[in-house]
């Protein structure tokens, strides 16, 4: 606790005074983000960070997996549905990024059979919510038998199985049809930093592209 209020201390002494001006200006006018940013509570995994966005640029759902439960399942609060809701009817951002990352917990935990019932009932039944994943890499990727191949593939399938559940909401589904709305999976590599982006034409995960460097 002790290095969060030194943080913290730190930020009002040497931080705020850049962005003085920038949280005044988004007290007073309200939040815009343009991007609804879905990505795992993994520490490691920062979404302001890794793209160098500001304060007032990313509307930010963490979750155990980075798991988008599908429209139907509503169990007793959602709050990952409840934030596209938001983000998608009042926000109106104009783009959905679903981030999975390597290493992840969440998709080891669901490869080795999901999380103890007994003990930590509430995480068995979120990650059951991306078994579907784990019949895909036992039906389709059998040929890989390396563990760190398995894992990939399998963070790599649940990003997609969220891009998929997220369509399945009416609103999402409404955005997209007039155009308003674009959904992108991305997929980061914690060691190297190195994000990719999912390419339906190749179907595989390619290195982010699209914005050219600054000429020197
Ligand atoms: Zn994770």
Redesign the pocket.
């Given at each position: 606790m002790q290095r969060l209020i030194e943080g913290v201390h730190r930020f009002q002494r040497e931080q705020f005074g850049h962005y003085r001006s920038l949280f005044q200006k988004l007290s007073r006018q309200g939040q815009s983000p343009h991007t609804l940013f879905i990505t795992?509570?993994?520490s490691r995994?920062l979404a302001e960070l890794i793209t160098q966005s500001q304060p007032g640029d990313l509307f930010v759902v963490k979750n155990?997996?980075?798991i988008v439960p599908p429209s139907t399942v509503s169990g007793d609060t959602n709050s990952t549905a409840a934030a596209i809701e938001f983000a998608v009817q009042v926000l109106r951002v104009s783009d959905i990024v679903v981030c999975g990352?390597s290493q992840?917990?969440?998709?080891a935990a669901l490869m080795a059979g999901g999380a103890d019932r007994q003990i930590m009932p509430q995480l068995s039944r979120w990650l059951d919510l991306a078994a579907p994943v784990r019949r895909v890499i036992e039906k389709e990727y059998a040929h890989l038998t390396g563990d760190a191949e398995r894992l990939r593939a399998a963070e790599e399938e649940n990003t997609l199985f969220a891009l998929e559940n997220l369509q399945t909401y009416p609103c999402v589904q409404d955005r997209l049809v007039d155009g308003s709305l674009r959904v992108h999976g991305w997929f980061f590599k914690i060691a190297t930093a190195d994000l990719f982006a999912y390419d339906p034409e190749s179907k595989q995960f390619e290195p982010l592209a699209g914005v050219s460097p600054p000429q020197p």
């Open positions: 795992c509570s993994d995994v155990v997996g980075n990352h992840c917990g969440a998709v």
